[in-house]
Nanobody, 120 residues
Framework: QVQLVESGGGLVQAGGSLKLSCTAS????????MAWFRQAPGKEREFVQG???????DTGESVKGRFTISRDNDKSTLYLQMNNLKPEDTAVYYC??????????????WGHGTQVTVFS
């Protein structure tokens, strides 16, 4: 059974940083593309950043130059380093698994999310 558990969210002042983690289990983590999405109140879910099984990156326009995705296959953990946070980054952040190993924004499994709130 695929399980994705996010952690690391919280309350941070604009300009600050947070690092999210997603611990995965129930599947061979290293073989799958993983990604972060987010959803703000009243808005559709938005792609943030993805990393393929071969470490190719795919980044959403709104976070370019500020967020960095990474993965530790030995720990089956996905990370999102978020720098220079803005109030508009406030959202629930979700970890997700893609269908296979290639870069993709089509996800098959989702975590429950972690709240990030940025205040000015």
């Amino acid at each position: 059974q695929v399980q994705l558990v996010e952690s690391g969210g919280g309350l941070v002042q604009a300009g600050g940083s947070l690092k999210l983690s997603c611990t995965a289990s129930g599947f061979p983590f290293s073989r799958y593309t993983m990604a972060w999405f987010r959803q703000a109140p009243g808005k559709e879910r938005e792609f943030v950043q993805g990393i393929s099984a071969h470490f190719n990156l795919d980044t959403g326009e709104s976070v370019k130059g500020r967020f960095t995705i990474s993965r530790d296959n030995d720990k089956s953990t996905l990370y999102l380093q978020m720098n220079n946070l803005k109030p508009e980054d406030t959202a629930v952040y979700y970890c997700a698994r893609a269908r296979g190993w290639a870069v993709s924004r089509e996800m098959t499994d989702w975590g429950h999310g972690t709240q990030v709130t940025v205040f000015s």
